[in-house]
């Protein structure tokens, strides 16, 4: 499959030296111009959420004002069976996207595989010189660019702010301090002190984080999911709900947290800048004011959150590069993101959109932008996503009492190795 992708990529190329040896010219994106003009159609698939897809498939279709020839199809595909679909649909070539919204983790495993067109040296400098430098480092596979950031996020904690209030505690800076709050807050309210999801194996990385942990060490090859802070980790989840400090569930985490969050059965959440415009929706934020965000509760050695976010990337068996090429171009722009940062309260990866008015006026994204200058990043190797699957089913185990935390961290270790080849 792979060499079926290869080949499809080198005609491609072929095509994109023949025209530009006939002397097309560039568009203001950056996109050459067959015959003076982009044409055709560019597919887009997206991954929002439900409260955003409304507002990126309007921003994308609006590359039609800029590109009247150029047809936009936008197609949104859920975040959870995005990677997989993604790859079934490069390696196959049938029915492949131009454009995809890769979560940051997948961006090199796409590219290791050959999936993804480099993108311009020309527009790659861009990237190196007027994004945030730690948004673009996940765009890259073996020094060369192959994904452009649109959006860069972590995580912090989401509280409501009268229930902390009713409960005469302030917003915890510690998972001791969050177990003291939460239990204010159901001797005063009855209500649960934090939804914290044990679904989802991402809501696992502020814990290793803060005991000191990581997954792996790049840099040494070395699995490190099953150390002594990895433990510690798998402990403190299961010890938050445990004792009472947390409710969780294993299924349809994220509804039943935002459900929980948005109608005032659960005080504090932990959650990133995508989950906002979702959570205004809900009852108990009709006044936007009542919403509060903090730091992630530190661990027993720090607080720690990892860098999250989304990288838009060409399929390299496109057969409308220039104008796919052009589509990221513009979906990137400074424009667009600060758009995004109003609509949506989403973080811009351009350094010079933080400038902006409507960027400076949200209140979100103020707060999560320090946030993010600190959060750690996650190494960009090609397994990335592919860890989170086998520490997802362990997480789930050990959060809900199924398993021990020391097995849980044995058997992700495990399974890491599995996937990482030769790796300690």
Do not use: E, H, I, R
């Given at each position: 499959m792979r060499r079926g992708i290869a080949a499809t990529a080198l005609v491609a190329a072929l095509a994109l030296a023949a025209t530009a040896c006939g002397g097309d010219t560039k568009d203001a994106d950056g996109g050459a111009k067959a015959g003076g003009e982009l044409s055709g159609t560019v597919t887009w698939w997206d991954t929002s959420n439900d409260a955003e897809k409304a507002s990126f498939q309007k921003i994308a279709e609006a590359f039609t004002a800029k590109h009247p020839k150029v047809t936009v199809k936008?197609?949104?595909v859920p975040y959870g069976d995005a990677q997989n679909k993604v790859k079934n649909a490069f390696s196959s070539g049938s029915e492949a996207p131009d454009v995809i919204r890769a979560d940051v983790g997948w961006v090199a495993d796409f590219?290791?595989?050959?999936?993804?067109a480099e993108v311009p040296a020309d527009t790659a400098k861009k990237v190196d010189a007027e994004f945030?430098?730690?948004?673009a480092a996940s765009g890259k596979y073996e020094g060369k660019t192959y994904g452009i950031p649109q959006v860069i996020d972590t995580m912090g904690l989401f509280y409501n702010k009268k229930m902390l209030a009713d409960a005469g505690v302030q917003p915890p800076k510690t998972l001791e301090e969050l177990k003291t709050a939460a239990a204010a807050i159901k001797a005063k309210t009855g209500k649960a002190g934090l939804y914290l999801r044990g679904d989802?194996?991402?809501?696992?990385?502020p814990l290793i984080y803060g005991e000191g942990g990581d997954l792996v060490d790049a840099k040494t090859k070395t699995v490190t999911v099953d150390n002594p802070a990895g433990v510690k980790a798998f402990k403190a989840a299961r010890d938050l709900v445990a004792s009472g400090a947390a409710i969780t569930n294993a299924t349809d985490g994220w509804t039943n947290m935002?459900?929980?969050?948005?109608s005032g059965e659960a005080a504090m959440m932990i959650n990133g800048p995508w989950a906002v415009a979702d959570t205004y929706a809900g009852d108990q934020f009709k006044d936007k004011a009542n919403l509060g965000i903090a730091a992630v509760p530190a661990g027993s050695v720090k607080a720690g959150a990892p860098q999250g976010g989304h990288d838009l990337a060409v399929y390299a068996g496109s057969k409308n590069i220039p104008a796919a090429q052009a589509f990221v171009d513009y979906m990137t722009s400074q424009e667009v993101q600060v758009q995004s940062a109003k609509e949506l309260s989403l973080l811009p990866t351009r350094t010079a959109a933080y400038e902006q008015p409507d960027v400076k006026s949200s209140e979100m994204v103020q707060f999560f932008k320090p946030a993010v200058d600190k959060a750690v990043e996650r190494a960009w190797i090609p397994e990335n996503g592919s860890l989170f699957e086998p520490l997802k089913v362990e997480y789930t185990k050990a959060i809900t009492g199924a398993t021990s935390p020391e097995d849980a961290a044995k058997a992700s270790g495990a399974e890491f190795r599995k996937i990482l080849k030769g790796w300690k």
């Open positions: 936008y197609v949104n590219a290791s595989l050959g999936y993804l945030l430098p730690q948004a989802d194996s991402y809501w696992f990385l935002q459900t929980a969050f948005k």
